[in-house]
C-alpha cells in the first residue's frame, strides 16, 4: 500500500500544464498595452458589444447631422444675405422717393424701380449648393420668370381691360383719381396676390425647406420667392415703374407714389421679419452643433470607457506573465535531471 | 526431502523476481505513454515457493470523471468554433462590418438625404448605404449557412469515427474477455480498451456498465445503446448544401434520432452535441434574426399605391428593399436575409432612378408619393421624413430569433449582434471551465494509475537483492549436497 504516489509523467508535465494558456495571455496582454483596447473586444464585453456598437450609432448620427448643418448653415447665410439685399434696395428707393418733391416723384422713380426689379428677380434667383436658395421644395427649378417674359404683359392686359386703352395713350391722363385706386386695389393687386403670383412669375413651391438640425429638432431653414413681402415690393416696383405714371395727372401721380411709399415700408417691415425667423433657425443651428459637439465628446469617453483598457496595467500584467513563464521553463528544466538514475 | 524442497522453492523466487523485473521494466517502458496504467506484480506465496499474478493499477470513478470532462470539453469546443466564425460577421465594434452598423449607417444616410431631398450626391450615398447594408445581410446569412454546413460535415466525420472506434472496441473487449475466462494477463487489453474509450467520449458522451467475465457495456450519457455485445450502428444523412432554412439530418443510433427537435433522448456532450446545438440551434437563430432584420427593412420602405378605389390587388409593393427583385411584400421572414436586394428601379446603374428614393414610384406612378408632378418639387422631403420614422419605429420580433420582443431595427440590430458576443463569451467560459476539469482529471488519473520511474527503479534494484539472495541459497544448497555426496561416497 502506498502512501502518497505521483506518475512521472504527472511530475513532468506539472510545470508545463499551464504553458499554453499563460502564452495566450502574453499576446493579449501585449496587444492591450499597444492599443489601449481590449485584445478581442467580443469576448471581453459579451452583449455589452451592442451598447459599444449603440454608442457608435449615436457619434455618427451626430456626425451626420453636423455635415448636414454646415449644408443647412450656408443655405441659411446666403438667403440672410439676399433678403437684406432686397431689404436695403427697399429702404434705398423709399428713402430717395420721400426725398424728391412730391411733383416730381413719378419721374424721378421710374427707372430706379425698373432696375431694382430686375435686380430682384436676379436676387430671388440666387442657388446655392445645387439648389435656388427661393424656390422652396421646387429647388431644381428657378423660382422667378423675368418680368418681361410674361407679367408684363399681364400688367398691360389688366390695364386695358380696365380703362380700355394701353398705358402710353395720351387719354390716360384723363383717369381719375378714384378709378386708378380701384385698378389698383382691384385687377392690379390681383396679379400680385397667391395665386395670380403663381401664375404669372413664380415657379416656387410655397412649401420651404424643413430640416432636421439634432436628434431632437427640426427649423425651418429656407423661405420662399412667394412670401407676402416680396409679392408687396415686387408690386411697388412694378407700381413705380411700368404703370405709365408719368403721364397721369398730378393727383393719380400722387395717389399712386403714395401707394409705392406705402408698399415699399411695408415690403421692408415684412423682410426684417422673415430674416428674424432666419435668425432664429441660425442661431439653433449653431447652438444645435455647440452642444453636439460636447455630445460626441461625452460619447467617445463613454466608448473609451467601455472598450478601453488600462494600458499601464496591461503592461504590468505582460510583464508578470513573462517572469511565471520563466519559472515554468526554469522548473521544466530543472525536472528532467531529477532522475533517481542519476544518483546510482 | 528438504534440500531439494529449498532448492525448488528458491528456484521459484529466481521465478517470482525475473517476472517482477520484467513487470518492472514493461512500467518503465510505458512510462511516457498518458494511456498506459501501472502494472502490479503481486507475489503469493504458497506451499512450493512463490507464484506473481500481474493486474493493473485502475480507479474507476477517476476514468468516468475523465470520460466525462472530454466529452463536454468536445461538446463546448465545438460550438466555440462555430461562434467564433459567427462572430466575424460582427466583427470589432470599431470596424463597422455588423449589419447593426451598416443599419446606422443607413440611418444616417436617410436622415441627411431627407434633409437635403434635392441633392444627388446624397441620393447616391443614401443607395450605396442601402447596398451596403442588404449586402451585409447577405454576408451574414451566407457566413451563416457555411457554419451549418461545416458543422453537418463534421458531424459526418464524427460519425463515421464512432463506427470505426466501435468496430475496434469489440475487438478489444472479445480480447478482454477472452483473456479473462483463460486467466491470462489482460492488463494491456484493458488499457486499450480504455484507450478507444477515451477516444469515443471525444465524439460522443457514454456512460460504460460492466458485466460478468470482463464484458463491458457502451451507452451515450442519453441512455441510447452504442455497445451492448455487439456495436451497434450510427447513421446520418449528410446534406450537400445548406441555404436558407435548411434543416439538416438527425444523427441515429441503434434507429433512435439522439439530435434535433424531435429527439427522444438528446446527446447531451461529445462533439456531435455541440456540432448539433451549433446547427440547429444557435446558428439557426441567428440566421433568423438577419432574416427578421431583412423582413422588416422590406417592409418598412414598401411603396402604397395611390390609385383611386377600388385598390388593386395589392396595394403594398416592394420598394428599396425587394425580396431578390421581386414587386411583392413577403409573407414571412424565412430566407430574407440571403435574398434581400435593392430595387432596380432605384439604382442608376440598372436603369432605375434616384429620384424614386425620395418621390417614391419605383413601382410606376400610381405608387409615387411626391403629390407635385414628375420633375418638380426636388426638395420633398415628405417621404423620406415618413421613410425615417417608419425605420424608427418599434416592431414585433418573434422569441424564436432569442431576442424577441419589441424593439426598433437598430436596437434589434445591435442587440443580435450583443447576442452573438454574448453567446461566444459564455462558450468561452464553458471551454476554460471544462478544460480546467478535464486537466485535473486526467491529471489526477495519470497520477494514480501511471509510472513512476524512480520507484520502478528502486524496486528493480530491491528485487536484485532477492533474485542475488536466492541465487545464492541455490549456490550454497549446492554446496551442501556436494558435502552430503561426498560423505556418502
Known amino acids: 500500500m502506498q502512501t502518497s504516489f505521483i506518475s512521472t509523467l504527472s511530475l513532468w508535465n506539472s510545470p508545463r500544464t499551464g504553458l499554453a494558456k499563460l502564452q495566450t495571455e502574453l499576446a493579449k496582454a501585449n496587444q492591450e498595452g499597444v492599443n489601449g483596447r481590449h485584445a478581442d473586444v467580443g469576448l471581453a464585453l459579451g452583449s455589452g458589444v451592442g451598447l459599444g456598437i449603440a454608442l457608435r450609432r449615436e457619434m455618427e448620427e451626430i456626425d451626420g447631422l453636423k455635415a448636414d448643418n454646415g449644408l443647412v448653415s450656408l443655405r441659411l447665410s446666403t438667403t440672410q444675405a439676399s433678403l437684406q439685399e432686397m431689404q436695403k434696395a427697399a429702404d434705398s428707393v423709399l428713402s430717395s422717393l420721400v426725398g424728391t418733391a412730391p411733383g416730381k416723384r413719378a419721374a424721378a422713380i421710374k427707372e430706379i424701380a425698373a432696375t431694382q426689379l430686375s435686380a430682384l428677380t436676379a436676387s430671388l434667383n440666387k442657388a446655392s449648393g445645387g439648389q435656388y436658395l427661393f424656390a422652396g421644395t421646387n429647388a431644381q427649378q428657378e423660382p422667378m420668370a423675368d418680368y418681361a417674359d410674361a407679367a408684363k404683359a399681364k400688367v398691360a392686359k389688366a390695364f386695358e381691360d380696365t380703362f380700355g386703352f394701353t398705358r402710353d395713350d395720351p387719354r390716360a391722363a384723363s383717369i381719375g383719381e378714384a378709378d386708378m385706386a380701384a385698378f389698383l386695389d382691384g385687377a392690379f393687386a390681383k396679379l400680385f396676390d397667391a395665386d395670380g403670383w403663381k401664375a404669372n412669375w413664380s415657379s416656387a413651391s410655397s412649401q420651404s425647406l424643413t430640416s432636421r438640425i439634432s436628434t431632437t429638432e427640426t427649423a425651418t431653414t429656407s423661405t420662399t420667392a412667394n412670401i407676402e413681402p416680396v409679392r408687396i415690393l415686387a408690386m411697388a416696383y412694378v407700381m413705380a415703374s411700368d404703370l405709365g405714371a408719368t403721364g397721369m395727372s398730378g393727383e393719380v401721380q400722387t395717389l399712386v407714389t403714395d401707394r409705392v411709399i406705402a408698399l415699399l415700408g411695408k415690403a421692408s417691415d415684412g423682410l426684417v421679419d422673415v430674416q428674424a425667423g432666419l435668425g432664429r433657425s441660425q442661431a439653433m443651428v449653431t447652438a444645435a452643433n455647440t452642444r453636439m459637439n460636447a455630445q460626441t465628446a461625452l460619447l467617445a469617453t463613454q466608448l473609451n470607457d467601455l472598450e478601453g483598457v488600462d494600458q499601464q496595467a496591461a503592461i504590468s500584467r505582460g510583464q508578470l506573465i513573462q517572469q511565471q513563464i520563466q519559472v515554468s521553463y526554469n522548473l521544466t528544466s530543472q525536472l528532467r535531471q531529477l532522475s533517481l538514475v542519476n544518483y546510482l | ?489
Open chain 2, 1 to 489: 526431502m528438504g534440500l531439494s524442497l529449498a532448492l525448488n522453492t528458491a528456484r521459484s523466487s529466481l521465478l517470482a523476481s525475473s517476472t517482477q523485473i520484467s513487470v518492472s521494466a514493461r512500467n518503465t517502458a510505458g512510462a511516457t505513454d498518458a494511456s498506459y496504467s501501472r502494472k502490479i506484480a503481486t507475489v503469493i506465496s504458497g506451499g512450493s515457493g512463490a507464484t506473481v499474478s500481474v493486474r493493473r493499477a485502475s480507479d474507476d470513478a477517476l476514468f468516468a470523471r475523465m470520460l466525462d470532462a472530454t466529452s463536454s470539453l468536445a461538446s463546448r469546443e465545438a460550438l466555440l468554433g462555430g461562434l467564433t466564425s459567427l462572430q466575424q460577421t460582427v466583427g470589432d465594434p470599431d470596424d463597422a462590418t455588423s449589419p447593426a452598423a451598416k443599419v446606422a449607417a443607413f440611418t444616417t444616410a436617410l436622415q441627411s438625404a431627407a434633409n437635403a431631398p434635392d441633392n444627388t450626391d446624397l441620393a447616391r450615398s443614401l443607395l450605396d448605404k442601402a447596398g451596403d447594408l442588404a449586402g451585409s445581410l447577405n454576408r451574414a446569412a451566407a457566413a451563416v449557412q457555411t457554419v451549418r454546413q461545416e458543422a453537418d460535415t463534421a458531424i459526418r466525420d464524427s460519425v463515421g469515427r464512432i463506427n470505426d472506434l466501435l468496430a475496434q472496441f469489440d475487438l478489444a473487449n472479445r480480447a478482454v474477455m477472452k483473456g479473462t475466462a483463460t486467466g491470462g494477463d489482460v492488463s494491456d487489453d484493458l488499457d486499450n480498451r480504455d484507450r478507444i474509450l477515451a477516444k469515443l467520449s471525444e465524439e460522443v458522451g457514454i456512460t460504460t456498465v460492466a458485466r460478468t467475465g470482463g464484458d463491458l457495456a457502451v451507452y451515450t450519457d442519453s441512455g441510447v445503446p452504442l455497445f451492448d455485445r455487439a456495436a451497434r450502428t450510427v447513421t446520418f444523412a449528410a446534406t450537400a448544401t445548406y441555404g436558407a432554412g435548411t434543416v439538416g439530418g438527425a444523427v441515429m443510433i441503434d434507429g433512435v434520432a439522439v439530435t434535433g427537435k424531435g429527439s427522444p433522448m438528446p446527446l447531451q456532450s461529445g462533439r456531435i452535441a455541440g456540432l448539433a446545438e451549433l446547427r440547429d440551434g444557435v446558428a439557426a437563430s441567428y440566421e433568423s434574426q438577419l432574416d427578421a432584420m431583412a423582413g422588416t427593412l422590406i417592409r418598412a420602405f414598401a411603396e402604397t399605391s395611390k390609385s383611386p378605389p377600388p385598390p388593386p390587388a395589392d396595394p403594398q409593393r416592394a420598394g428599396l428593399f425587394t425580396n431578390a427583385g421581386a414587386t411583392a411584400i413577403p409573407a414571412g421572414d424565412a430566407g430574407l436575409a440571403t435574398r434581400i436586394s435593392i430595387n432596380s428601379a432605384a439604382d442608376p446603374q440598372t436603369g432605375g432612378s434616384l429620384a424614386t428614393l425620395r418621390d417614391g414610384g419605383m413601382n410606376g406612378t400610381d405608387y409615387r408619393s411626391n403629390p407635385a408632378p414628375v420633375g418638380s418639387d426636388s426638395a420633398y422631403s415628405g417621404r423620406l421624413d415618413a421613410l425615417l420614422s417608419k425605420l424608427k419605429e418599434n416592431g414585433t420580433y418573434a422569441t424564436a430569433t432569442g431576442i424577441g420582443g419589441s424593439a426598433t431595427l437598430q436596437s434589434f440590430a445591435t442587440a443580435s449582434a450583443g447576442w452573438i458576443a454574448a453567446q461566444r463569451k459564455t462558450a468561452t467560459g464553458e471551454v476554460d471551465y471544462q478544460t480546467t476539469l478535464l486537466t485535473q482529471a486526467s491529471g489526477a488519473l495519470s497520477a494514480t494509475t501511471g509510472v513512476n520511474t524512480d520507484d520502478e527503479t528502486a524496486r528493480t534494484l530491491q528485487l536484485q537483492q532477492s533474485y542475488t539472495a536466492s541465487a545464492k541459497l541455490i549456490s550454497v544448497i549446492d554446496d551442501l549436497m556436494k558435502i552430503l555426496l561426498n560423505a556418502v561416497g
